[in-house]
């Protein structure tokens, strides 16, 4: 069975520091995961996803993430928090060839001035 | 390029009643898929319908049922409301069932609150 794991409920960073909102995954076979993220009464939004290649993936607003197949790792991280990255973070892994995600518990993400 | 639009925003039942909610997906999208989110937890998988035909489930009981159309938006039904059925059902769209690296796109999902 497919699964993620967020162990943090709550980051907090200062403005212009760097972040990192962690997830670890459990899958059977090729893992493809991604990241969303959620702002107050809204829906997710796709931020990035990895498939394959590249262990370092670049997605939306300036964030990226680091996959490790030893540590069963893929954690988000941008160089330098904005106050406007402040949201819920959702790592996801998407079950072989059909749409069913599954998510993780999410992260909120406190960036203060 | 309108987005996936879900109706209504906001409903409020009571229980025992039934609930219908819509999806409309982004268009071109043949896939629809529901999740439920519980205040405080992240998305869980309701069900998948990809060509009119339900291609997976989640571990949901019956009382949840849902169905998709020829124009390929979806209606999600949930009968006999329990006060546990509170949260926000989210639909995702998504093109087609074979890509594995199809990301998801949702909707702004719709708040049910059971009084």
């Known amino acids: 069975a497919q699964s993620v794991a967020q162990p943090e409920d709550q980051v907090n960073v200062a403005e212009g520091n760097p972040l990192t909102v962690k997830c670890t995954y459990s899958v059977s076979g090729n893992p493809y995961l991604f990241w969303y993220v959620q702002y107050p009464n809204r829906g997710l939004q796709f931020l990035l996803k990895y498939i394959t290649g590249d262990n370092l993936v670049k997605g939306s607003y300036g964030f990226e993430a680091e996959f490790n197949k030893s540590q069963t790792s893929f954690h988000l991280k941008k160089p330098s928090a904005l106050v406007s990255d402040s949201a819920l973070y959702f790592c996801?892994?998407?079950?072989?060839?059909?749409?069913?995600?599954?998510f993780g518990s999410g992260t909120k993400l406190n960036v203060k001035p | 390029d309108a987005g996936v639009t879900q109706s209504p925003t906001h409903l409020i039942k009571t229980r025992g009643q039934h609930v219908t909610l819509r999806c409309s997906p982004i268009?071109?999208?043949?896939?629809v898929s529901w999740y439920q989110q519980v205040l405080g937890q992240g998305p869980q998988f309701i069900f998948q319908y990809y060509e009119k035909e339900e291609r997976g489930r989640g571990n949901f009981p019956d009382r949840f049922s849902a169905r998709q159309f020829p124009n390929y938006s979806s209606e999600l039904n949930v009968n006999a409301l329990l006060l546990g059925d509170s949260a926000l059902y989210l639909c995702a769209s998504s093109s087609p069932l074979s890509r594995t690296d199809n990301e998801q796109f949702f909707g702004p999902g719709t708040r049910l609150t059971v009084l």
């Open positions: 268009s071109g999208h043949k896939s």
């Open positions: 996801a892994v998407r079950e072989g060839n059909f749409n069913k995600f599954y």
